[in-house]
């Protein structure tokens, strides 16, 4: 039996929750895809400096040649920057920038050596001190799990797309 205090609180709680599903994942798809959108206009404008890193990229990354990584990561950031932003195909490039990420992490933002986990975890900074400076790709990797697992939110086209053509909520 609800109390005449609980009920009040409920639904506050509701109503927040509902505008958490209208907002609340929108702020993750604005930073991010801003955040990605700049990084691809450096790429965009600048020289491909991958052929500097290429051995440090993980498989199958690795494995492909420069120019193609460049041109990959560059479209990638800023196509999906702004598929991020207005709702589009927003898992598969939550998907595809997370994966993005990775690679970016362990190929220039993790440590180069390190003997233990207090090392490492002096990597977990903005700044390269000769530790890495892996903390913000980190944070975008966790703000990219909620778009892949829960998708982007109803304030998104994904969502309006969704209800027309399947009829679900």
Same mark, same amino acid.
Do not use: C
């Given at each position: 039996m609800?109390?005449?205090?609980?009920?009040? +609180?409920s639904? =506050?709680?509701?109503?927040?929750?509902?505008? $958490?599903?209208?907002f609340g994942? #929108? %702020? *993750?798809?604005? &930073?991010l895809?801003?955040d990605?959108f700049?990084s691809?206009?450096?790429?965009?404008?600048?020289?491909?400096?991958?052929?500097?890193?290429?051995a440090?990229f993980?498989?199958p990354f690795?494995?492909?040649?420069?120019?193609?990584s460049?041109?990959?990561?560059?479209?990638?950031e +800023?196509v999906? =920057?702004?598929?991020?932003?207005?709702g589009l $195909?927003?898992?598969?490039?939550? #998907? %595809? *920038?997370?994966? &993005?990420?990775v690679?970016?992490?362990?190929?220039?933002?993790?440590?180069?050596?390190w003997?233990?986990?207090?090392?490492?975890?002096?990597g977990?900074?903005?700044?390269?001190q000769?530790?890495?400076?892996?903390?913000l790709p980190?944070l975008?990797l966790?703000?990219?799990l909620p +778009?892949?697992l829960?998708?982007?939110?109803?304030?998104?086209l994904?969502?309006?797309?969704?209800r027309r053509l *399947?009829g679900?909520?």
């Amino acid at each position: 039996m609800k109390t005449t205090l609980t009920q009040p +609180l409920s639904l =506050a709680l509701n109503g927040i929750d509902a505008v $958490g599903l209208w907002f609340g994942l #929108l %702020s *993750l798809r604005l &930073l991010l895809g801003w955040d990605f959108f700049e990084s691809g206009l450096e790429k965009l404008n600048g020289s491909n400096w991958f052929s500097d890193i290429q051995a440090r990229f993980p498989f199958p990354f690795n494995h492909l040649p420069p120019e193609l990584s460049w041109q990959l990561a560059t479209w990638f950031e +800023l196509v999906g =920057a702004v598929a991020l932003v207005i709702g589009l $195909g927003s898992r598969f490039f939550a #998907l %595809s *920038l997370f994966i &993005l990420t990775v690679v970016a992490t362990a190929s220039v933002h993790w440590p180069e050596a390190w003997a233990n986990l207090g090392e490492l975890l002096m990597g977990y900074r903005f700044t390269d001190q000769g530790f890495g400076n892996f903390k913000l790709p980190v944070l975008f990797l966790g703000m990219l799990l909620p +778009l892949i697992l829960l998708g982007p939110g109803k304030f998104s086209l994904d969502h309006w797309l969704r209800r027309r053509l *399947l009829g679900s909520k």
